[in-house]
């Protein structure tokens, strides 16, 4: 069987992350997808997106090694923006990173199997397998959970059990 398509090569970028003192605002999944490759530039560009969508609220990020994550340029535009601390996650730890259960899900569901002809067909199928994360409150909220990962205090103040 043989089928010519039309798109080389697609990069996705997500963070998926809660707002650490209000549980209750639910977590939050940021996605972008671009042709091509994600380089520091781009993935300037992409966190420049996450700052207008958390509008300037602090945000600790957990970022695996990815170089472009931690290259210079990357180091020194994050040194100037005072909303954004960066986090490393250990090597060779998928387990640890919420967002790799999100790519399995979409590989998974609506990525499975597709051969679409044009970009545009790859771009469909993880939006709406976005939009089906992004319904389902518990799943974002389970990837989350299943890293095993913690935040401090373990209880914001409102959440707290002894109260």
């Known amino acids: 069987m043989r089928h010519r398509l039309n798109w080389k090569r697609a990069s996705m970028a997500a963070a998926l992350g809660y707002h650490c003192t209000d549980f ?12 091509g490759s994600y380089d520091t530039t781009a993935l300037i560009e992409v966190l420049e997106q996450v700052k207008a969508f958390y509008r300037g609220e602090p945000v600790i990020l957990v970022w695996d090694g990815l170089s472009a994550h931690w290259s210079r340029a990357m ?13 490393r ?17 979409l590989k998974k569901r609506e990525l499975a199997n597709l051969a679409g002809e044009h970009l545009a067909d790859v771009a ?11 319904h389902n409150q518990h799943l974002p909220w389970s990837y989350l959970a299943h890293t095993g990962l913690t935040i401090q205090p373990p209880h914001p103040p409102n959440l707290r059990k002894d109260q």
Not at 124 to 134: C, F, K, S
Request: with cysteine.
């Open 24 to 35: 209750h605002r639910g977590p939050r999944l940021c996605f972008h997808l671009k042709p």
């Open 124 to 134: 469909d199928a993880t939006e709406q397998g976005v939009h089906r994360i992004n």
């Open 89 to 105: 996650l250990p090597a060779y730890a998928p387990e640890l990173n919420p967002v790799e259960l999100l790519w399995s899900s």
């Open 75 to 87: 180091r020194a535009w994050v040194t100037e923006q005072d909303w954004l601390t960066l986090k």
